[in-house]
């Protein structure tokens, strides 16, 4: 058996492979204990929920995709063979790490030997955003690990002409879009790159087959999507309908290129008030697809009506995807640095702290189109395509892996320039990119302290831990007393523990930062219940749903609170005015059950059986599993 020797052991990628799982396994050690690492934020709950629908068989409840799928039903995938939890996701996600780290090594090999390979594995190994969102439940990991595969498989078939490579680069990117409907350029200008680098070749057919090929690998991944959109919808949808709410974002004249800042609604906005704002906009009910064309059609406006104020608005978003601050997106990136002393380091390793070295790198690709074409077009269309939208760490991740592998060539580059005359003129790119991406062009803080301890506290109410949450929401308003539902969920915390008064005083704090308010009128609603003021509660439910008629919460405690009120005076004899309670529920929410029921039990105390049946009829027509109305039609049905 042939001994590996230690220069063999440093050219292979098996060290940049142990900095990664190292660094990864630290920095989760380091932070296990704490409560945001421990429950999902905003977009994990949304994979989660939308996960355990796939294994409950009922998936087909989120067609049309409102996201790329592929994250949902890999993350389905796992717990199907693990068991529902964070350890295999997460174990999955250094994985597709691991596999990035191996690509990121092969790409710069290619390029400048082992010595560039071994440097850009290792950078890309401490990147400090990825070894945070190696720790999420979000598609960052795959995402990132798609991009590099293929950028390598691309590159394998143009140096190789073999039909296996192209089908895998078609894979790849096809698999690529359905985490980013981003990349869908991809599909139609890969095949145009690989023509015209090919173009000299002869026989042409072989040529022609290997795009076909590449193309046909790229629709297989993402036609079961689009078909089973179609079904749903009845109309042509590539991947998912979030792209129109997106575009609003990034380019209307409120946008900072940065805040996923909803106009009109604020940053914690849900797809709801996506919808109410489209069909505000077109006048009438609308699809998913519709709503994100109605969207769309929004934010071309907010553009054409300031156009250089758009135009600025670019270029400030190209200075924040090169920058090197990361933003956060999902959690404020305040809280790993914080509870970790590896990321606190590790975070100013970034995509915008490679870019220079990566400038440095360019130098290498001379010559070598089999490896510069991919990256060129990937980089181009991954991170141009973002300019449509908005920036942040979490969006530009799948660049660091092809700006890491020119980093690392860059490295091998200023060394060699080292031993040259002249050193300044090698080390000019390196300086060029140290001016775009260093300096604050676009500023220089993107987290607020608040904001960590705002979602530190919902992570501990979650947990159960209301105690160590209202004292977090405490810190939070002493730095910012306005945050976005800070006093909202301050005051239902305080109201689990049934601390009435300083519940109330929240929610009417949060009516002076935010008086269109309807979720805290709805709270109030629930403390004045919870004191038995029906009458307050009762007008204050109402004031919610004349808010935001949507409301769901109102609209169920309302509802709820009527139909008590009704069995209260249906008790006492009173059925003139339980019958007037329980049509207001019919009013209020015409697929609950309840009221229609008690309606019919109220028709055939007083004798009137035809109308109680037909009352129940009505209610088992759109409930037909409700179990009391069944009972009370067969009771009605034997007694005649």
Known sequence: MKKIRLHELIASPILPLLIAALARIIYWMQVHDQAWFQTPGMDPELYQEWAASILAGKGGEWLPFPRGPLYSYTLAGIWALFGDGWLAPRLFNLGCDLTTTWAVWWIAYRISGWKAGLAAGALFALVGAGIYYSGELLMTSLETCLTALFVVTLTAHLSSKRLSFAALAGLSVGLLALCRPNALPLLILTPVVVLWIRRQERPRKQVNISVVTLFLAALIAIAPVIYSNYRASGVFIPIATQGGVNVLIGNARSAD???????????????????????????????????????????????????????????????????????????????????????????????????????????????????????????????????????????????????????????????????????????????????????????????????????????????????????????????????????????????????????????????????????????????????EDFATAEQYYRVALEKQPSNSDAQINLSQLLVNRGDQFAMTGDLMRSEMYYRQVEAISSSDPRPLTRLAALFASRGDIPSALAALDTVLTFSPGYDPAVQLRLSLLRSR
């Open 257 to 531: 290129g940065w805040s996923s800042i909803l106009p009109g609604v604020g940053a914690d906005w849900t797809d709801a008030d996506a919808k109410l704002i489209a069909e505000q906009d077109a006048g009438k009910a609308l699809s998913p697809q519709q709503v994100s064309n109605q969207l769309w059609r929004i934010g071309l406006r907010e553009i054409s009506a300031d156009l250089p104020a758009w135009l600025w608005l670019e270029v400030k978003k190209l200075f924040l995807l090169l920058n090197v601050r990361e933003i956060g997106n999902n959690r404020p990136l305040i809280l790993p640095t914080e509870a970790s002393s590896l990321h606190k380091v590790l975070f100013y390793l970034s995509l915008g702290s490679l870019i220079p070295l990566a400038f440095a790198g360019l130098a290498g690709l001379r010559g070598k189109k089999d490896v510069w074409a991919p990256i060129l077009l990937t980089l181009l269309v991954m991170g141009g395509s973002l300019s449509l939208f908005f920036i942040n760490t979490r969006y530009r991740a799948p660049l660091v892996p092809l700006v890491a592998a020119l980093a690392g060539v860059g490295v091998v580059t200023l060394i060699e320039k080292l031993k040259q005359p002249f050193v300044w003129r090698g080390y000019l790119p390196l300086l060029i990119g140290v001016g775009l991406c260093i300096p604050p062009w676009v500023g220089s803080n993107f987290d607020n302290p608040a904001q960590g301890f705002f979602v530190a506290g919902n992570a501990l109410v979650k947990q159960g831990r209301t105690e160590e949450a209202v004292e977090y929401y405490r810190r939070a308003f002493l730095i910012t007393p306005s945050y976005p539902k800070l006093n909202l969920n301050w005051g239902a915390a305080l109201l689990k523990r049934n601390d009435l008064d300083g519940a109330r005083d929240c929610f009417l704090r949060e009516l002076e930062y935010y008086p269109g308010s309807a979720v805290a009128y709805n709270n109030l609603g629930a403390v004045a219940e919870r004191r």
